[in-house]
């Protein structure tokens, strides 16, 4: 999320990490001690279960881009109290009522324009008074006065600038310093190595977690974002694993009594999802989605990555904790730097994703198309319902169909054409598990668009697509099951069987690389046509294979990354078989495939 003035801010992305290094260490507000307790403004104390993905504001959108007059005193200056005040009373004037509710305020809050960080007597944070002269308490009251949710912003680690020596004492801990809370060897920690890693088998450690988390509860805070966390920020090894410090975080939002949504950031390791789901309400998948350009986003840059990127971590997500795809930048189109079939793609599968949908455009200069892509209730209801994240049920191609199935029996489905030119786009309802007829909603157009039989086509811009409501009227397909180590089948090169729990018969057919391919056989239909196969599969990262049937031409289709190596998705691929016994090849082509647990064939096209 990005806020009002600060200079030279360092943010989350590879492409920054030198600067980002500098934001890990912002300065916080006055002491706890002298923090007055809430005044009853504040937001009601329920628990923040993360019941729904959250939906607000950022600051760091704004921060990080070089559009003209954004940032007037320096790189990252925007981020000013008087800022994050204007977009809080543009906020609940817009879109409030569309169940936009937190104002957070990101890196630098701490930090003066030349990124020099301010600290208490306790080594905590405190407001540079340039950028936010009242304080930080003083604006959380300002935001829960007009009915919203105040948020946060910290780098893991004691930053460096806090240390002091090792003789800052620590608030409410007689006797523990700075230097008992970390390793005798200063090693660093972060995404941008900015702090000096936590020791927590020293108990001095947890009383500064929750010295910070008091004096942010006293403020009035509802939400944290901890940045640079690892593993992930682009950081391995034990020195970055920051664990320890997000479950400190946990209990010490836990005992300020105080409901603290925390969220994690950036670009966090999928292998610790259990850990981030344990100890969070939310958690970064990827890099910054801002371009660090003369706009807030480019499409190429880091938007067009979320395809690629989210369906791993898919069925990480649920009411307790999301999937976090970033700030959600399409109000204004001259701004975000995104045409209008763009920002709606962009819309259409943060919604989907059920990520938290956080705009970091300027809500004060929303453009009419962006305010109705922001406050469209039938999309938004997708986003906040019960449904599951939606998941790609075709191959991670130009070309692409997500889906999930809504308790009333009917799904969502969106329609991506991510190549550079038009093309139309086919959701299959095979691939949804029915054929027949089916009723089709537009939900972006608020549109019904009568029956469609076995399936809807769509003509799409580049970079374009479409989100429909798809209610069945046929029947449920029946399929017949194949495994891919049967005996039946043929392997080439270097393809092997080998144990798989997770598959379907214990076993799957890996090792499918340069040249390595698996041939099923005897696959029987009873009537010549283009079938949906589904494919399950294994594959740590995103693989791709040469399909054909029959000895024919194949396509190439990319599989996205299933997570790891012990978990099974499946998607749909278009194979075209004749009446009778068919085979269908996997070929790995001069790469590397994923490995195949087995295929379902329809027993009708």
């Known amino acids: 999320m990005r806020s009002p003035s600060y200079p030279v801010m360092p943010v989350r992305g590879l492409r920054s990490l030198a600067v980002l290094a500098l934001a890990a260490g912002l300065a916080t507000a006055a002491p706890a001690a002298q923090a007055q307790p809430d005044d009853g403004n504040a937001t009601p104390a329920s628990p923040a279960t993360a019941a729904k993905p959250y939906m607000g504001w950022s600051s760091w959108s704004m921060q990080s881009s070089k559009y003209p007059g954004l940032n007037p005193n320096g790189d990252y200056s925007y981020l000013t109290e008087a800022n994050v005040l204007k977009q809080t009373d543009a906020l609940a004037t817009k879109l ?13 809050w701490w930090r003066n324009y030349a990124w ?13 008074p340039v950028r936010f002269p009242s304080g930080m308490k003083a604006v959380a009251d300002h935001i829960h006065s007009k009915g919203l949710k105040a948020g946060i912003y910290l780098p893991v680690g004691l930053e460096k600038e806090a240390y002091g020596g090792g003789k800052v004492p620590i608030w409410n801990a007689e006797g523990c310093t700075t230097a008992d809370i970390v390793y005798d060897d200063l090693r660093t920690t972060n995404g941008w190595d900015s702090a000096y890693k936590i020791d927590f088998s020293d108990p001095c450690a947890q009383k500064y977690v929750d010295s910070q988390a008091r004096m942010f509860a006293d403020w009035g805070y509802d939400f944290l ?16 694993d920051n664990v320890a410090d997000v479950a400190a975080w946990q209990k010490a939002i836990a005992a300020t009594g105080r409901p603290i949504h925390l969220e994690l950031s950036w670009s966090l390791d999928i292998g610790h999802a259990d850990d981030w789901k344990k100890h969070s309400n939310g958690w970064r998948v990827d890099t910054d989605v801002e371009c660090y350009c003369n706009t807030l986003v480019s499409w190429e840059n880091s938007v067009d990555d979320r395809w690629d990127d989210t369906p791993a971590w898919t069925r990480h997500a649920g009411p307790g ?3 976090d795809l970033d700030s959600l930048d399409v109000g204004n189109g001259e701004m975000d730097g995104l045409t209008k079939a763009e920002r709606q793609s962009y819309a259409t599968l943060w919604a989907i994703a059920k990520s938290p949908l956080y705009t970091g455009d300027d809500v004060t200069k929303l453009d009419s198309y962006g305010l109705s892509l922001l406050t469209n209730r039938e999309v938004i209801a997708v986003n906040q319902g019960d449904a599951p994240p939606a998941r790609p049920v075709t191959p991670s ?6 889906a999930s199935k809504n308790q009333d029996g009917t799904y969502t489905v969106a329609l991506f054409n991510l190549a550079d030119r038009p093309a139309s786009v ?9 054929t027949g007829k089916a009723a089709v909603r537009d939900l972006w157009n608020h549109e019904n668009l009568g029956t469609h039989r076995n399936g809807v086509t769509q003509a799409l811009p580049a970079h374009g697509s479409r989100l429909f409501k798809v209610t069945p009227r046929g029947d449920a397909l029946t399929w017949t099951g194949i495994e891919a180590e049967s005996s039946a089948n043929t392997l080439g090169g270097n393809a092997s069987v080998a144990d798989c729990a997770a598959c379907s018969d214990g076993h799957k057919v890996g090792n499918l690389y340069t040249g390595g391919k698996l041939t099923i056989n005897k696959v029987v239909v009873d009537k010549a046509g283009t079938y949906q ?3 399950a599969y ?4 995103a693989r791709s294979a040469d399909v054909s049937a029959n000895g024919g031409g194949a396509t190439r289709h990319k599989f996205p990354s299933t997570g790891d190596w012990s978990t099974v998705n499946s998607v749909y691929v278009p194979v075209t078989l004749k009446a009778g016994s068919n085979t269908i090849t996997f070929d790995s082509g001069s790469g590397y495939a994923p490995d195949i647990d087995r295929i379902d064939v329809p027993k009708s096209s």
């Open 538 to 541: 294994v594959s740590g990262d």
């Open 533 to 535: 196969i589904k494919v």
């Open 225 to 240: 974002k901890l940045d640079g966390v690892g593993p992930g920020s682009f950081k391995s090894g034990e020195n970055y």
């Open 96 to 108: 409030k009522r569309f169940g936009y509710e937190y104002i957070n305020i990101d890196a630098g």
């Open 116 to 128: 020099t960080p301010k600290f208490d007597e306790y080594g905590r944070q405190k407001a540079d």
């Open 426 to 434: 086919t959701a299959d309802w095979s691939t949804l598990g029915f």
């Open 397 to 402: 191609d130009p070309q692409q169909v997500w």
């Open 321 to 323: 904790g999301w999937n």
